[in-house]
């Protein structure tokens, strides 16, 4: 990557900036310098972490190997910069006497992150093709991520995000660091889920459904401890619905289509509006249960004091 480098009869500067010319949050700033001639450096790969190194002074070379091609690049200018995503194993060579390398990391150091045998590297290259499908238009960082579970187009999945088998994450959805996403679930377009969610299995989660963890939000001003939401298991989040931070959906609940939700839904409860509000309640298939406590559908029933019990929770 080229920097554009700005100059007058003085002299000149690069800048660099966080997701404008950089293209992650910089965490980490780092030099190597004073290099002992013939010393190489590097042979390591990250689980996550993205870097970008530039050879301030003098030059080295840079051995770039994704488990399949290798390349090597010589690094000499001071406005030229290399990207190096997650998963890339890297080796540093022939550093010229007068050589400093500036490195840019979107992570602080973890030495967990790190992979520094590159048959282990190899082998976590082929558990990960295995495991689950990820669109060449999105971006995933997170290495926990379940077996059968597809990424879709511009969807954008945080290095510490956690997302279980055989889900189905569609396009242009946003998931954050602090986030735990149960098996079989269903993420329609258009969702950011934000940290503090707790999501359980076999959930159906709607086209722009919002999540909210924040109840006093100010900018640039962050709470000691983000507002959980959790979803239990198979709950259905309509579309275009509003989570308030701060509350627990219970299991088999079913919120309608654009509610705003400010409270805890009990189990098998069915809400909508705003705010949300029971309507009544449904049954594990989905079915609105009907006078008698009968599920239409199936014909699991309800007693009575059950139903009145969730109501009153």
């Known amino acids: 990557m080229d920097l554009q480098i700005h100059g007058d009869e003085r002299g000149s500067l690069i800048s660099l900036e966080a997701m404008k010319n950089v293209p992650f949050e910089i965490k980490r700033v780092y030099y190597i310098f ?10 390591h790969a990250h ?12 030059s ?5 190997d994704n488990g399949v091609t290798t390349e090597e690049i010589m690094l000499n200018k001071p406005n030229q910069g290399l990207f190096i995503e997650g998963m890339i194993w890297r080796e540093m060579h022939e550093f010229s006497r007068d050589c400093v390398l500036m490195v840019l990391a979107s992570e602080l150091y973890n030495e967990e992150d790190y992979i520094r045998s590159y048959q282990d590297y190899i082998e976590e290259g082929k558990k990960r093709k295995k495991k689950y499908f990820c669109h060449k238009n999105s971006i995933v960082e997170s290495a926990k991520i379940g077996e059968g579970t597809t990424v879709w187009a511009y969807a ?5 995000a956690v997302i279980g088998d055989n889900c189905n994450i569609n396009d242009h959805t946003l998931i ?14 258009g969702v950011h889920i934000w940290n503090g969610a707790r999501i359980g299995n076999n959930v159906f989660i709607g086209p722009s459904v919002v999540f909210t963890n924040d109840l006093n939000p100010r900018s640039k001003i962050y709470p000691e401890e983000f507002k959980k939401i959790i979803i239990n298991d198979f709950a259905s989040i309509g579309a275009n619905s509003t989570l308030l931070g701060g509350i627990s959906i219970g299991k088999y609940a079913l919120i309608g289509a654009g509610s705003v939700v400010t ?4 189990e098998h409860a069915l809400v909508y509006g705003n705010p949300a509000e029971i309507k009544g ?15 239409e559908n199936c014909g ?6 059950d139903i009145e019990g969730k109501r009153n929770n």
Not at 156 to 160: E, K, S
Not at 281 to 295: D, L, Y
Not at 300 to 305: A, G, L, Q
């Open 176 to 189: 954050e660091n602090d986030v735990v996403i149960g098996n079989n679930v269903t993420v329609k377009s």
């Open 47 to 58: 689980k996550t972490l993205k870097q970008i190194l530039v050879c301030v002074s003098g």
């Open 34 to 43: 004073n290099t002992e001639q013939g010393v190489s450096r590097g042979y």
């Open 300 to 305: 699991m029933t309800f007693s009575s004091i």
């Open 281 to 295: 309640f449904v049954c594990k298939c989905g079915e609105k249960i009907i006078e008698g406590c009968i599920c």
């Open 156 to 160: 954008h999945v945080f290095p510490h």
């Open 60 to 64: 080295c070379n840079i051995k770039l």
């Open 263 to 266: 409270k805890n839904v009990p």
